[in-house]
């Protein structure tokens, strides 16, 4: 950072140990005025009625979304929230955005809010259906490649980092390393939860910058099929020992053909909800991998079902105390597919920069090239051409909905199978996904009619910069 911006990150530091430290003289009041210094420093950033929102929210008398943020204010570590607060808020949404802006009209290409990165190929199980399991066993990114890629991003204004694999907790030393390298980063980690005990949680609450999304199938039942007789119970038991810690986590879910009903069950949510989780992950099942389960996809009756079910969950009213995401149904809000660098991409244990985390394909090594160079590779620039690949975004991906998009982009750019273990021909992938795709397009078309929804402001940067120089 410069020391500009050291400077304001202080000041914004000082304000929130101001706010933080009287909030439970005056609750309400106080959090009124921590929307006021977040609308003083972000300005029109943000829009005039996000503001505004936050604060009828606040004021509103036994609200849901209200007692949701009493319940963090009780629960979470003083120290969590604070760096949750800053480094997510502040360093990540205010000043990373801006300089994300900025960077992308300077390089002409995607610049991500976030990157994923996998620390490791290592895991300690082997779910059934799951993509990392074909990535085998024996490759990491080294702590100085992790240090490296954090601060090459930094000056490209990316704060927020997350952590797939393998399973990155194998690594849980070198990510403690990481965070204490970047206390301006926010780090999340999505895990299979049995390697996290009181040390490591301990070591979680210190550095204050590290959260987790801990991986769940739905009961003991279901989750134990796919995922191993146990596996249940110790997730339940890494959830209480970081509630215990005061620790801010959430569930990570891959809903499927036979898991759906009960992983959106209100007992369910009910449960996890109960164990400390503040947020739930819901991600569709994808057929990635020579040995892709293809019959756990979804039929679209289930997934029109979850389209409505994930809104009913984290409405205003009603549904559950809990923050819910699904990108393939949330496409409304990110203006279509977000890979390819546009706000994230994925690198994997090989080196291998990608543009999704479910898409295995890629001609930049970051062994090889710097971040910004990986960002221009040709099918990231093939991604920043053709997005939004849909026009209604409840069909967002190039691989699941648009499959003939992939197929185009890879073959065009020459882009070759980064699996780690099963290269995959990307004609394999995509015709595992066409009828998917085929079957899933008039339920598609006919929610986007009917339903009223919202359009996120999209920008194809090439287009708008193209249209600007020309206007010159």
Known sequence: MTTKEKAERALAGKALDGVLGYINRDRRNNLLKLVDVAEKIAGDMFAPES???ARELIREQDGKWIGYVD???????????????????????????????????????????????????????????????????KLN????????????????????????GGEPLVRKADLIRLCERHPECAFHAFTNGTLIDDAFCAEMRRVGNFSVSVSLEGFEAENDARRGAG??????DAMARMKRHGLLFGASICYTRQNIDAVTSDAFLDQIVDAGCRFAWY???????????????????QREYMYHRVREIRGRSGGKPIFTMDFQNDGEFTGGCIAGGRNFLHINAGGDVEPCVFVHYSSANIREVSLLEALKQPLFMAYRDGQPFNGNHLRPCPMLENPEHLLRMVQKTGAHSTDLQSPEAVEDLCGKCRAYAEGWRPVAERLWQENPHYVERYENYKKVYTQAKSEE
């Open 71 to 137: 319940r963090i204010l009780d629960e979470l570590d003083p120290q969590v929230i604070r760096m949750t607060a800053l480094n997510l808020g502040y360093q990540a949404a205010y000043l990373g955005t801006k300089t994300i802006r900025e960077k992308r009209a300077e390089h002409q290409c995607n610049i991500p809010w976030l990157i994923l990165m996998d620390p490791t190929s290592a895991c300690n199980m082997h779910c059934t259906g799951c993509w990392a399991a074909e990535y085998g066993h």
């Open 51 to 53: 503001y505004a929102g």
């Open 231 to 236: 596996n249940f119970r110790a997730v339940m």
């Open 283 to 301: 991600f569709h099942y994808m057929p990635v991998g020579s040995e892709a389960a293809v019959e756990l996809l979804p039929t679209p009756e």
């Open 141 to 164: 990114l080294t702590l100085e490649e992790m240090d490296s890629i954090v601060t090459q991003g930094k000056e490209l204004g990316i704060y927020f980092y997350m952590f797939t």
